[in-house]
Structures are given as structure tokens and as C-alpha cells.
Nanobody, 115 residues
Framework: QVQLVESGGGLVQPGGSLNLSCTAS????????MDWHRQAPGKQRELVAT???????TMLDSVKGRFTISRDNAKNMVNLQMNSLKPEDTAVYYC?????????WGQGTQVTVAS
């Protein structure tokens, strides 16, 4: 089993930055893929960025060049650095891991971009 805990969300002005962290309850060396998703009010959850064994990939076109995913195996963490934030980035951000055929989700962290 894997427990995921997100942190780092909050209120930020447009153009600002936030760094989200996801800490796993076990070593992530054996976890092939970890990623970040987000869900805005009234919208479906969408995949933002994924890390597959240390190879990062930003999946969402609207955040390419602004968001970067990174994995820290020593700290059992996956981070999402978000720069040049826009109001449309407002959402609950979720950490996800797929491990031994099971999907694991964190509880989510709220990101609000507003002036």
C-alpha cells in the first residue's frame, strides 16, 4: 500500500509561483509512474504531468513551459513546480501513483490563483 500526502498549495497572485510536494509512505524507487492531476470546479480531473522512472513529461498543453515535475527518490517525493500561474490554473491538485496494479491518490491540495 502507498499513502500519498500533498502539500504546498495556497493562494497566489497571477504570475506567481508555487511548489507542490507529494510525499509517499514508502520508497518510490519501485513505483514506475507518479503524476500530478488537477480538478477545477465543475470540470473533469485532468492529467498535468507525469514522471516515469525519473523521466518527466508535461502532458497538459496549457501548462507546458510553466510547470515542471520532478522526482526525489531519496525523500520519496514528487514535486510540481508551477511558475507564471494563471487564474485558470485554480484547481485541487492531486498526486497519483500506480503501483502493483493499484491506483493510489492523495487527498489533494487547493491552488487558488487570484489577485
Amino acid at each position: 500500500q502507498v499513502q500519498l500526502v500533498e502539500s504546498g498549495g495556497g493562494l497566489v497572485q497571477p504570475g506567481g509561483s508555487l511548489n507542490l510536494s507529494c510525499t509517499a509512505s514508502r520508497s518510490i524507487l519501485g513505483i514506475l509512474t507518479m503524476d500530478w492531476h488537477r480538478q477545477a470546479p465543475g470540470k473533469q480531473r485532468e492529467l498535468v504531468a507525469t514522471d516515469t522512472r525519473g523521466v518527466p513529461q508535461t502532458m497538459l498543453d496549457s501548462v507546458k513551459g510553466r510547470f515542471t515535475i520532478s522526482r526525489d527518490n531519496a525523500k520519496n517525493m514528487v514535486n510540481l513546480q508551477m511558475n507564471s500561474l494563471k487564474p485558470e490554473d485554480t484547481a485541487v491538485y492531486y498526486c497519483h501513483a500506480w503501483y502493483l496494479g493499484v491506483n493510489y491518490w492523495g487527498q489533494g491540495t487547493q491552488v487558488t490563483v487570484a489577485s
